[in-house]
Protein backbone atom coordinates (compact mmCIF):
# COMPACT_ATOMS: atom_id res chain seq x y z
CA UNK A 1 0.00 0.00 0.00
CA UNK A 2 1.39 3.44 -0.80
CA UNK A 3 1.91 5.88 1.56
CA UNK A 4 2.56 8.56 -0.81
CA UNK A 5 -0.01 11.64 -1.34
CA UNK A 6 0.22 14.58 -3.27
CA UNK A 7 -2.29 17.92 -3.10
CA UNK A 8 -4.09 19.35 -4.64
CA UNK A 9 -4.92 16.69 -7.72
CA UNK A 10 -6.40 18.95 -9.47
CA UNK A 11 -5.41 23.11 -9.46
CA UNK A 12 -6.15 26.14 -12.28
CA UNK A 13 -4.95 28.76 -11.50
CA UNK A 14 -3.97 32.05 -13.21
CA UNK A 15 -1.20 33.34 -14.99
CA UNK A 16 1.51 34.93 -12.27
CA UNK A 17 0.77 33.53 -9.48
CA UNK A 18 2.50 31.46 -7.31
CA UNK A 19 1.92 27.95 -6.38
CA UNK A 20 2.72 25.40 -3.96
CA UNK A 21 2.60 21.48 -5.26
CA UNK A 22 2.45 19.50 -2.25
CA UNK A 23 4.15 15.92 -1.66
CA UNK A 24 4.19 13.52 1.52
CA UNK A 25 5.33 10.33 2.08
CA UNK A 26 5.17 8.31 5.32
CA UNK A 27 7.27 5.69 4.66
CA UNK A 28 10.38 6.94 6.21
CA UNK A 29 12.02 7.51 2.36
CA UNK A 30 15.08 9.19 1.68
CA UNK A 31 14.66 10.06 -2.14
CA UNK A 32 12.13 11.55 -3.49
CA UNK A 33 11.41 12.71 -7.21
CA UNK A 34 9.49 15.20 -9.09
CA UNK A 35 8.15 14.90 -12.67
CA UNK A 36 6.46 16.68 -14.98
CA UNK A 37 4.58 14.76 -17.94
CA UNK A 38 2.39 16.20 -20.79
CA UNK A 39 -0.78 14.15 -21.74
CA UNK A 40 0.83 10.58 -24.20
CA UNK A 41 4.32 11.78 -23.45
CA UNK A 42 6.91 10.77 -21.44
CA UNK A 43 7.88 11.21 -17.52
CA UNK A 44 10.80 13.73 -17.26
CA UNK A 45 12.47 13.83 -13.53
CA UNK A 46 12.61 17.74 -12.61
CA UNK A 47 13.95 17.67 -9.43
CA UNK A 48 15.26 14.62 -6.73
CA UNK A 49 16.35 14.88 -3.59
CA UNK A 50 18.65 12.25 -1.14
CA UNK A 51 17.36 13.43 1.48
CA UNK A 52 17.11 16.58 4.28
CA UNK A 53 18.80 20.02 2.89
CA UNK A 54 19.69 17.83 -0.09
CA UNK A 55 18.14 19.17 -3.84
CA UNK A 56 19.38 18.12 -6.96
CA UNK A 57 17.82 19.32 -10.84
CA UNK A 58 16.87 16.55 -13.11
CA UNK A 59 17.20 16.02 -16.31
CA UNK A 60 14.61 18.52 -17.71
CA UNK A 61 15.29 22.17 -16.88
CA UNK A 62 12.27 23.56 -14.68
CA UNK A 63 11.49 26.74 -13.25
CA UNK A 64 10.24 25.51 -10.21
CA UNK A 65 12.41 25.37 -7.38
CA UNK A 66 11.92 22.53 -3.99
CA UNK A 67 12.75 22.43 -0.79
CA UNK A 68 13.86 19.15 1.56
CA UNK A 69 13.15 20.51 5.41
CA UNK A 70 11.83 17.31 6.82
CA UNK A 71 12.10 13.53 5.27
CA UNK A 72 8.57 12.87 4.56
CA UNK A 73 7.59 16.66 2.73
CA UNK A 74 9.15 17.85 -0.81
CA UNK A 75 7.05 20.07 -2.26
CA UNK A 76 7.66 22.08 -5.20
CA UNK A 77 7.02 25.36 -6.00
CA UNK A 78 6.32 27.96 -8.97
CA UNK A 79 6.71 31.62 -8.01
CA UNK A 80 5.29 33.06 -11.11
CA UNK A 81 2.59 30.33 -13.25
CA UNK A 82 3.26 30.78 -17.25
CA UNK A 83 0.28 28.43 -19.43
CA UNK A 84 3.91 27.27 -20.60
CA UNK A 85 3.83 25.14 -16.95
CA UNK A 86 0.45 23.64 -17.83
CA UNK A 87 1.26 19.97 -17.23
CA UNK A 88 0.89 16.46 -14.95
CA UNK A 89 3.51 16.81 -12.19
CA UNK A 90 4.53 13.59 -10.50
CA UNK A 91 5.86 12.61 -7.31
CA UNK A 92 7.39 9.86 -5.75
CA UNK A 93 9.30 7.89 -3.09
CA UNK A 94 11.81 5.41 -2.65
CA UNK A 95 14.32 3.43 0.11
CA UNK A 96 17.38 4.44 -2.12
CA UNK A 97 18.55 1.02 -3.13
CA UNK A 98 18.45 -0.37 -6.38
CA UNK A 99 16.80 -3.98 -4.81
CA UNK A 100 13.73 -1.39 -3.66
CA UNK A 101 10.74 -0.86 -5.21
CA UNK A 102 10.21 3.42 -5.79
CA UNK A 103 6.20 4.47 -5.14
CA UNK A 104 4.59 7.31 -6.91
CA UNK A 105 1.40 9.42 -5.99
CA UNK A 106 -1.60 10.28 -8.15
CA UNK A 107 -0.26 13.23 -9.18
CA UNK A 108 -1.06 17.16 -9.86
CA UNK A 109 -2.86 18.00 -12.78
CA UNK A 110 -2.11 21.64 -12.95
CA UNK A 111 -3.89 24.14 -15.46
CA UNK A 112 -2.76 27.83 -15.41
CA UNK A 113 -4.67 30.02 -17.93
CA UNK B 1 23.75 5.69 -17.47
CA UNK B 2 23.05 1.71 -19.10
CA UNK B 3 20.17 2.21 -21.74
CA UNK B 4 17.00 0.30 -22.43
CA UNK B 5 15.33 -0.48 -25.64
CA UNK B 6 11.55 -1.14 -25.70
CA UNK B 7 9.11 -1.16 -28.82
CA UNK B 8 6.92 1.53 -29.10
CA UNK B 9 3.95 -0.40 -28.68
CA UNK B 10 2.27 -3.56 -28.40
CA UNK B 11 -1.41 -5.13 -29.24
CA UNK B 12 -2.88 -8.78 -27.31
CA UNK B 13 -5.67 -9.98 -26.84
CA UNK B 14 -7.37 -10.46 -23.94
CA UNK B 15 -7.05 -13.52 -21.66
CA UNK B 16 -3.76 -14.08 -23.73
CA UNK B 17 -0.26 -14.01 -22.20
CA UNK B 18 1.61 -11.12 -22.90
CA UNK B 19 5.42 -11.10 -23.66
CA UNK B 20 7.05 -7.61 -23.28
CA UNK B 21 10.69 -6.88 -24.24
CA UNK B 22 13.26 -5.29 -23.22
CA UNK B 23 17.00 -4.98 -24.42
CA UNK B 24 20.12 -3.64 -22.03
CA UNK B 25 22.80 -4.68 -23.69
CA UNK B 26 25.51 -2.49 -21.81
CA UNK B 27 24.03 -3.53 -18.53
CA UNK B 28 26.33 -3.78 -15.91
CA UNK B 29 27.02 -6.24 -13.34
CA UNK B 30 25.45 -4.46 -10.20
CA UNK B 31 22.09 -3.06 -12.22
CA UNK B 32 19.10 -4.48 -11.23
CA UNK B 33 16.15 -4.85 -13.97
CA UNK B 34 12.96 -2.62 -13.09
CA UNK B 35 9.36 -2.72 -14.43
CA UNK B 36 6.80 -0.17 -13.83
CA UNK B 37 3.84 0.25 -15.71
CA UNK B 38 1.81 3.49 -15.74
CA UNK B 39 -2.47 3.02 -16.20
CA UNK B 40 -4.43 5.92 -17.52
CA UNK B 41 -4.33 8.82 -15.98
CA UNK B 42 -2.38 7.69 -12.65
CA UNK B 43 0.87 7.71 -11.64
CA UNK B 44 3.44 4.55 -12.54
CA UNK B 45 3.12 1.90 -10.24
CA UNK B 46 5.80 -1.13 -9.50
CA UNK B 47 5.33 -4.52 -11.05
CA UNK B 48 8.75 -6.06 -10.62
CA UNK B 49 12.44 -6.10 -10.34
CA UNK B 50 14.74 -8.56 -10.51
CA UNK B 51 19.29 -8.79 -10.43
CA UNK B 52 19.88 -12.29 -12.35
CA UNK B 53 17.60 -14.85 -11.50
CA UNK B 54 13.77 -15.09 -13.07
CA UNK B 55 11.19 -13.93 -10.85
CA UNK B 56 7.62 -14.14 -10.28
CA UNK B 57 5.11 -12.46 -7.76
CA UNK B 58 0.79 -11.97 -7.91
CA UNK B 59 1.20 -9.18 -10.81
CA UNK B 60 3.54 -10.63 -13.03
CA UNK B 61 7.08 -12.60 -14.00
CA UNK B 62 10.50 -11.32 -14.94
CA UNK B 63 12.18 -13.48 -17.47
CA UNK B 64 16.21 -12.22 -17.91
CA UNK B 65 18.39 -13.41 -19.90
CA UNK B 66 20.96 -15.69 -18.92
CA UNK B 67 23.78 -12.88 -20.09
CA UNK B 68 21.13 -10.00 -18.74
CA UNK B 69 21.25 -7.94 -22.04
CA UNK B 70 17.71 -8.48 -22.03
CA UNK B 71 14.54 -9.38 -20.18
CA UNK B 72 10.91 -10.41 -20.68
CA UNK B 73 8.08 -9.10 -18.70
CA UNK B 74 5.33 -11.46 -18.65
CA UNK B 75 1.50 -10.96 -18.17
CA UNK B 76 0.24 -14.63 -17.89
CA UNK B 77 -3.44 -13.84 -18.93
CA UNK B 78 -4.00 -10.41 -19.89
CA UNK B 79 -7.33 -8.33 -18.74
CA UNK B 80 -8.54 -4.67 -19.81
CA UNK B 81 -6.62 -3.57 -17.11
CA UNK B 82 -3.58 -4.44 -17.55
CA UNK B 83 -3.84 -1.44 -20.61
CA UNK B 84 -0.97 0.55 -19.90
CA UNK B 85 2.45 1.92 -20.74
CA UNK B 86 5.37 -0.73 -19.31
CA UNK B 87 8.48 0.54 -18.39
CA UNK B 88 11.75 -1.20 -18.23
CA UNK B 89 14.42 0.76 -16.16
CA UNK B 90 18.11 0.15 -15.02
CA UNK B 91 18.96 1.02 -11.46
CA UNK B 92 22.08 0.81 -9.46
CA UNK B 93 23.56 1.91 -6.60
CA UNK B 94 22.70 5.22 -5.43
CA UNK B 95 21.26 5.94 -9.18
CA UNK B 96 18.18 8.65 -9.64
CA UNK B 97 15.23 6.84 -11.38
CA UNK B 98 14.35 7.93 -14.76
CA UNK B 99 11.93 6.95 -17.21
CA UNK B 100 12.12 6.15 -21.15
CA UNK B 101 9.50 5.92 -23.76
CA UNK B 102 8.26 2.67 -22.36
CA UNK B 103 6.00 0.32 -24.44
CA UNK B 104 2.04 0.86 -24.66
CA UNK B 105 0.07 -2.24 -24.42
CA UNK B 106 -2.79 -2.54 -26.01
CA UNK B 107 -5.50 -4.97 -24.78
CA UNK B 108 -8.11 -6.47 -27.75
CA UNK B 109 -11.17 -8.07 -26.21
Known amino acids: EADIYQTPRYLVIGTGKKITLECSQTMGHDKMYWYQQDPGMELHLIHYSYGVNSTEKGDLSSESTVSRIRTEHFPLTLESARPSHTSQYLCASTQGTANTEAFFGQGTRLTVV | DAKTTQPNSMESNEEEPVHLPCNHSTISGTDYIHWYRQLPSQGPEYVIH???SNVNNRMASLAIAEDRKSSTLILHRATLRDAAVYYCILIQGNEKLTFGTGTRLTIIP
Open chain 2, 50 to 52: GLT
